[in-house]
C-alpha cells in the first residue's frame, strides 16, 4: 500500500496516534474528519491503514478504493490547454514575481501535482507548447526522478509520438529537478481505445510499457 502523505496538522496528529498503536482513537478520529473533508484523499488511506491494522479486510479495502477513486478524480480534473495558457498569460501581465524563466520560455504560474509524489508542480509556457515539470528533491524520490527523465530521453530520441518531448532538463536553485517538455495535448480526453492501444503499442515496440495509463500519462493531438 502507498503510504499516506498527510498536508495539514490534523492529519499529522492522526497519524501520530496511529504511530502510537492508538488504533482505535485514530479511527474515530478519522471518521470526524471524513465527514467534513470527505475528499480528502490521505485520509482514507490512513483509514485504510488503520482499518488493516485493526484486522479489518474487508473495511481496509473500502477505504483503499475510495481513496483510488478520489486520485483519479484529481488526477483528471485539470484545466484544458487553453485555459492553462491563458491563466500564463494573464499572470506574466499582471503578477510578474510569479512566472519562471527557463530557456527563452516563459512559464507560470505553477499548479500542485496530485497526489505528490516524485513530481510536484507544473507549469504551462505562455506560447502553449511547453510544460515545465517540477520534481521532488527528497533524496528519495531521487530513483523515481532518474528514471523518468531517462525513459522520457530515450522516448523522444526514437522519436515518439505518443510521449512528450524531453527539450531540457537541469536544477532550479532550490535543487529541484525540472524538465521541459513539449507535446500536443489531449483535453479532457478526445481520445478513444484505439489512441490507447496504439500508444501502448508504440512504447512497448520502442522497449518500454507503461504500467499506468489515463490523462498523465497520455498526451497527444486529440484530433
Partial sequence: MIPAIPQNEELKSIQALIGERRYEEARGELADYLLV???RTEAFRLLAEVQGALGRAGHREVALKRASQLEQIALNNKPTAAAERY???LARKERPES?????????GPF????????VQREACSTCGKYLLRVYSADSG???????????LGVLSAAPCQSAPELIEEGTLPGEEPFAILRYPRADRGGFGLPDVLLALLEQQALGWFPGRIGLPQLRFDSL
Fill in 37 to 39: 473533508n470527505p475528499d
Fill in 87 to 89: 491563466a500564463a498569460l
Fill in 141 to 151: 524520490e531521487a530513483a523515481a526522478v532518474e528514471q523518468e527523465r531517462r525513459v
Fill in 111 to 118: 499548479r500542485e501535482v496530485q497526489p505528490r509524489r516524485h
Fill in 99 to 107: 512566472v519562471t524563466e527557463l530557456g527563452g520560455r516563459v512559464f
